[in-house]
């Protein structure tokens, strides 16, 4: 039987997987292939250290809670344009540099892009 933080990190992993629409305390006990009170104990522990968030719904005739993440996975998807990516002059840029973050155009033009989105 796995320790209970390899569970917790597990069934964390699980609710963080599923996205935006959360999933069934219910379905998340089965998947970890534990007892519906073990799944509860970890749901109420991932809830109380502020991992997750937990809505009363019911389903099936039964009252569950739906499982949602407080915190999404990490994505690059944000930065994936960001011209310091691909910049030549990496390496020789700094904040006290004569190449700087500061004074650099590309930079600035990147920054400012995102308030016309």
């Given at each position: 039987?796995p320790?209970?933080n390899d569970?917790e990190?597990?069934a964390l992993?699980?609710i ?5 629409n ?6 998340l ?9 073990e799944?509860?104990r ?12 937990r809505e009363?719904?019911?389903s099936h005739?039964r009252?569950t809670y739906r499982?949602?993440?407080k ?6 998807n ?11 002059n ?8 004569t190449?700087s973050p500061?004074?650099c155009e590309k930079l600035?033009?990147?920054?400012l892009?995102?308030n016309?989105?």
């Open positions: 039987m320790k209970r569970l990190h597990k992993q699980l963080m997987n599923v996205g935006s959360g999933v069934l305390q219910s379905e006990w089965r998947k970890l292939d534990a007892s519906s009170r799944g509860s970890i749901a109420i522990k991932l809830e109380n250290k502020g991992l997750i968030q009363r719904e019911l005739g009252w499982l949602y993440a915190r999404k996975p990490a994505s690059i944000s930065i994936i344009d960001c011209p310091c990516l691909m910049c030549p990496d390496s020789r840029c700094g904040p006290w540099s190449i500061n004074e600035t033009e990147w920054l892009s995102f016309l989105k």
